[in-house]
Every structure is written in C-alpha cells, then in structure tokens.
C-alpha cells in the first residue's frame, strides 16, 4: 500500500474467514475504531465488513520557540492482522497476514522496481531457501526494497555488492549528508526499512545474494537471489549457473 503525506486511506476490510481478523498499520495516524487491537474492539468478526481509516501528515514545527521538527508519517512502513488467535494475532502473523506500507513525502523518487522482503522466523516471505523469492532487475533500474521483520527472531538484512545510506530514503541529501553507507541493517519483529539502490551499479549483472546475516539463520534457508540482467533483459554469463548452485545448496541448522 502506497500513499503520500497528507494522505487519507480508507481500507475495507472483508472478512471470509471463520476466524476474527484486523488490520493493524505502523506509522500512520488512526482513531481506536481503526487501531485494529481487540483492546478497542477494533476486528472484524467472521462474515463482517469493517472500514479501517489511516491518515499520513507532513512535519510540523515542534512549537515552544524552538527551531526543532516533528517528523511526519513518511517511512518505509508495514500492516499486520492484530485479532487472529490472540489478542496480540500471533497467528494471523505466524500465517503471513502482513503487507508492506509506504508514506512517501512528495518529490521523493519513485523507483522502477519494488520488492518487499518479510523476515519471520526462519523464512522469508514465508519460503525457505532454495524455494525464496528470486528478485530481479535489469542493469541500471532503479530498485527498491522494503524488509519487514515478523515472528520471534532477531535478524539482519544483508545485500551483496550493493550498499545504500541509513536514512529515511537510501540516498544521500547532499554532498554534506552524514548518513553512514550500510550494507547491512537490523531487522528485528516489528521492524521495517526500505531503500532504493541502481541495479548492478560499480558491480554489474549478474546473481548476487540477499540473506540474514545471523550465520545460522542463513545456514536454515534465509537467504534468496537479487539477479540483475543485462540492460536488455538478457541473461549474463554465469547467473544462471549461480542459480543452479544456490538451489543445490544444503540448507540446514548445522554447517
């Protein structure tokens, strides 16, 4: 779901289910009615429609004669049930009822590629390597990523030869920008980053890996393929072959 600051978004909700179930989002503004918490009786029931309401706001002055700012609702964010099972929806969850949440500030560069990446437990978007996602872009897109973290587990988000700034964006602001380059960002239940990067920028085409790197959690199948094309979409020498090689790993919980 993608909206921009100053943005309201109505969201109904269908149940079909013989279970209750909400919907929950991180970062915006909602009313109790919206929170989608059984603490506010904020669920829908099996067989009930209910229309959850989500608002975004710009930064404002903090007030107080300061010169300091509260940040608005931009980020790279997530929803999640928060009903099914447990009053916490630890099920619905653990099911993967969960989706990315973007609040972009308006100017902001829209990508060409998007992928969201969801860490819970020992999966990613609930597969296990080799059976992950293979994301993948031609040479020069712009690509972005959103890595959401669900479940019990501690993790890290790690891309091969690619590295973005650790920022709201990816990108620097300026030439003065003290945003450290990463490669590698925590990503802990409830988390959520995202980031843009050019495909194969400095590195070129090719498989390169993106995986936790919690050595052993990698070791289990969190890991999947980032494969960059060619410019023309076409294949690059030895990407396949390192496809094959990846599906032919071993995935267990011990080296």
């Given amino acids: ?8 978004l109505e969201i109904t909700l269908v149940n079909r289910t013989a279970r209750r179930l909400s919907i929950h989002p991180h970062g915006v503004d909602y009313s ?11 669920f829908n029931n099996p067989g009930e429609t209910r229309v ?10 903090a007030g107080g004669g300061s010169r300091k700012f509260l940040p608005g609702s931009a980020g790279y964010w997530h929803y999640h049930d928060h009903a099914a099972g447990t009053d916490h929806g630890t099920v619905g969850i653990a099911r993967g009822l969960y989706g990315g949440l973007i609040v972009r500030r308006r100017g902001d560069i829209l990508p060409d590629k998007q992928f969201v990446a969801v860490f819970n437990e020992m999966s990613i978007n609930n597969l296990i390597a080799p059976n992950t996602p293979i994301f993948e872009a031609n040479l020069g897109q712009r690509v972005e990523f959103l890595a959401i973290g669900h479940g019990n ?3 890290t988000f790690h891309l091969h030869a690619h590295r973005w700034a650790d920022n709201r964006t990816g990108y620097l602001e300026s030439p003065a920008d003290p ?7 925590d990503l802990n239940p409830g988390s959520s980053f995202g980031f843009q990067v050019l495909a194969g920028e400095g590195v070129g085409p090719g498989a390169w890996m993106y995986h936790c790197h919690v050595q052993d959690h990698s070791e289990r199948g969190m890991s999947g393929i980032f494969l960059v094309r060619n410019a023309d979409g076409s294949m690059p020498p030895g990407a396949q072959e390192a496809i094959d090689r990846f599906k032919g790993h071993v995935h267990s919980a011990t080296a």
């Fill in 32 to 42: 109790t009615d919206s929170d989608g918490a059984p603490l506010n009786n904020s």
């Fill in 179 to 185: 945003s450290p380059a990463i490669d590698n960002k």
């Fill in 52 to 61: 959850y309401t989500w608002r975004s706001r710009e930064m404002f002055a």
């Fill in 1 to 8: 779901l993608e909206i921009y600051e100053g943005d309201t």
């Fill in 153 to 155: 587990q501690l993790h």
